[in-house]
C-alpha cells in the first residue's frame, strides 16, 4: 500500500471511529486494524490522535464545502441543500456535535482557516441579501445552518414532537419543505414558485405555503407532521 493509499485509508476508518466513539472514546487499535495498517503508522503520519481527528474534520468539511454552493447564491436554496447534505452525511454533525464537546471553548486546529472561510460565507450571504456584511449578517448566516441541522442532529426529539411519520422519507420531504418555507419567509424573499424536491415533490407551493402542509396553513406542516428521523448523533451520556 502507497503512503498515500495508507493516509487515505486511515483518514476514512478514523472518520467512522471517531463519528461514533467521540475524540476521547476512538481508538487508536481500533482504527488501525479497520485500516488494515500498524497502528504506528498513525502517528507517523499524524502525530497524535487528535491531529488525526483534525484532519478527518478538515476533510469533511472541504467536501461540504465542495458540495454546497455558497449561500449567497440563493439563500433560501442553501437551508434546502445543508439539509439534504446533513440527512445524507450524518458523520458529519456527530462529528461536529463531538468537536464541541471535546474542545468547549478551546482553541481548535487550523481555526484560523476555518474563521476565514465562514467569514467568506457571511459575506456571500450578505451579498445575496444586498446588505454589507456585518455581524447581524453572520448571525443570520448562523440561524440558517442551524435550521438546517437542527432536524437531524435532534431525530430523537422529532420523533418525540412529530411521532413515528418523523423516520419516513414522507416526514423528511415534509420537512424540508417546511424548512425552505419558513427559511423564505424568515428572510423576507417573495415566493418563486414551487421548485422539484428529491423525489419530485414540490418544495414549496404558491404564496409561500409549503406543499407538504395538510390542512394548506402558510407556515408549513402542523405539529402533527414529521421530521428527519435517521442520525440520533451523540447521546446525552456521550464523551466523559
Known amino acids: 500500500m502507497s503512503k498515500e493509499s495508507t493516509r487515505d485509508a486511515l483518514l476514512s476508518a ?3 471511529e471517531f463519528a461514533a466513539h467521540g475524540i476521547a472514546g476512538a481508538r487508536v487499535d481500533r482504527i488501525a486494524e479497520r485500516a488494515g495498517v500498524n497502528k504506528e503508522r ?12 483534525d484532519q478527518v474534520m478538515i476533510t469533511v468539511l472541504d467536501e461540504l464545502t465542495a458540495a454546497v ?15 439534504d447534505y446533513y440527512r445524507t452525511h450524518p458523520e458529519l454533525t456527530r ?25 467568506g460565507k457571511a459575506e456571500s450571504l450578505a451579498a445575496g441579501l444586498g ?3 456585518s455581524q447581524e449578517t453572520a448571525r443570520t448566516m448562523m440561524t440558517l445552518i442551524g435550521l438546517a441541522g437542527w432536524p437531524v442532529v435532534m431525530s430523537r426529539l422529532g420523533r418525540i ?8 422519507e414522507e416526514g423528511r420531504l415534509r420537512m424540508r419543505e417546511h424548512l425552505v418555507a419558513f427559511a423564505r419567509a424568515a428572510l423576507g424573499g417573495e415566493p ?6 428529491p423525489g419530485g415533490e414540490p418544495e414549496g407551493a404558491a404564496g409561500g405555503r409549503a406543499s407538504g402542509a395538510a390542512d394548506g396553513d402558510a407556515n408549513g406542516p402542523r405539529p402533527d407532521e414529521a421530521a428527519d428521523g435517521d442520525v440520533n448523533g451523540p447521546r446525552p451520556d456521550g464523551p466523559a
Open 42 to 53: 498513525i502517528y507517523g503520519y499524524f502525530g497524535s490522535k487528535e491531529k488525526l481527528f
Open 131 to 133: 446588505r454589507e456584511p
Open 192 to 197: 418563486d414558485g414551487a421548485r422539484p424536491a
Open 69 to 83: 454552493a455558497m449561500p449567497g447564491d440563493d439563500p433560501v436554496e442553501y437551508v434546502a441543500k445543508l439539509y
Open 161 to 168: 414532537i412529530l411521532g413515528d411519520e418523523a423516520a419516513t
Open 14 to 16: 478514523a472518520r467512522a
Open 95 to 119: 462529528l461536529l456535535m463531538w468537536e464541541s464537546l471535546h474542545y468547549r471553548d478551546g482553541e481548535l486546529e487550523g481555526q484560523e482557516h476555518r474563521v476565514a472561510k465562514c467569514a
